[in-house]
């Protein structure tokens, strides 16, 4: 007998757990680099991100700083591969925002999703958007100014996770 509820409370845990993980897919990345001076700085953060294997193309403003790094069908990048590439060229992450389909029943404030390595935190969510592609905006610091990282730390210090620097922690909040 106590065998069953053993097996049976191991299902449900496996159950459980197999819930609180599931699949993203990035379509787009628009990552705004701090630090450029000309086009040549421009350059060397396109060679970078060209040389991630899942990246298809990449799209450039030169007045806006902005690289627009577009994926290869069925690749997903971590946003920690993308912020080295620009950091290996020498710039910093001012900004990054993922167009992104969580693959999750519903999405609230401060629900928490793992993809893999990666846990994803949601952040002042208004408007749940699962199952639909959407714009989100990385809070996290090195994907966001450090002014800004400042006052979001006050803002957000009702999220425990936020004031843990954790490189496969990311926070979203929808745009």
């Not at 060397?44 to 899942?54: D, F, G, H, P, Y």
């Amino acid at each position: 007998m106590k065998n069953t509820a053993i097996k049976h409370l191991s299902l449900k845990l496996l159950v459980l757990l197999a819930g609180l993980t599931t699949q993203a897919q990035t379509s787009k990345v628009e990552i705004q680099a701090t630090g450029l001076t000309c086009s040549m700085c421009s350059n060397a953060i396109s060679k970078q991100l060209k040389s991630l294997t899942e990246v298809d193309s990449i799209g450039t403003d030169l007045n806006t700083n902005t690289f627009t790094v577009y994926f290869k069908k069925d690749k997903e990048v971590e946003p920690k591969l993308l912020k080295n590439a620009v950091e290996k060229a020498g710039f910093f992450v001012g900004s990054m925002v993922l167009t992104t389909l969580f693959d999750a029943q519903k999405i609230e404030d401060n629900t928490v999703i793992k993809v893999g390595e990666n846990t994803y935190t949601f952040i002042d969510i208004k408007n749940p958007k699962a199952d639909k592609v959407t714009k989100y905006r990385l809070l996290d610091k090195g994907y966001v100014t450090q002014k800004e990282y400042k006052k979001l730390l006050k803002s957000y210090s009702k999220y425990p996770s936020y004031t843990v620097e954790n490189e496969n922690n990311y926070h979203l909040k929808a745009l």
